[in-house]
């Protein structure tokens, strides 16, 4: 197998520790089937709109968010699905360990 480039490795571990951070783990798994406006993840998660705006710069530099405009309102999606899939198998591993004796 051939070793991965710099360029990758770079990527990889960025990503993970933007994922590293359970406040953006809170905001993917609430986008997880539905899009939602800023107002109302920082409703969701009881955070303030500004705060909540920052994750969702970081998300979305990363590609793990998208946006979308409807007049004033700008709502948020998840931008790969791939992502979701990490988040779904480290939850159920999660969940898993929880239950062992």
Not at 17 to 26: A, E, N
Not at 36 to 57: D, F, P, R, T
Not at 80 to 85: K, N, P, Y
Request: hydrophobic fraction near 35%; glycine fraction near 4%; charged fraction near 25%.
């Amino acid at each position: 197998m051939e070793q991965l480039g710099q360029e990758t490795l770079q990527h990889i571990s960025q990503m993970f520790k933007v994922l590293g951070d359970p406040t953006r783990i809170s905001i993917l798994y609430l986008l997880k089937e539905r899009e939602l406006s800023v107002g109302n993840i920082a409703k969701e998660l009881e955070m303030e709109q500004s705060a909540v705006s920052h994750q969702l710069k970081t998300l979305k530099n990363m590609q793990l968010v998208k946006s979308r405009r409807a007049g004033k309102t700008v709502y948020y999606s998840q931008d790969d699905s791939h992502v979701w899939g990490l988040l779904e198998q480290a939850i159920e591993h999660t969940l898993h360990q929880n239950c062992q004796p």
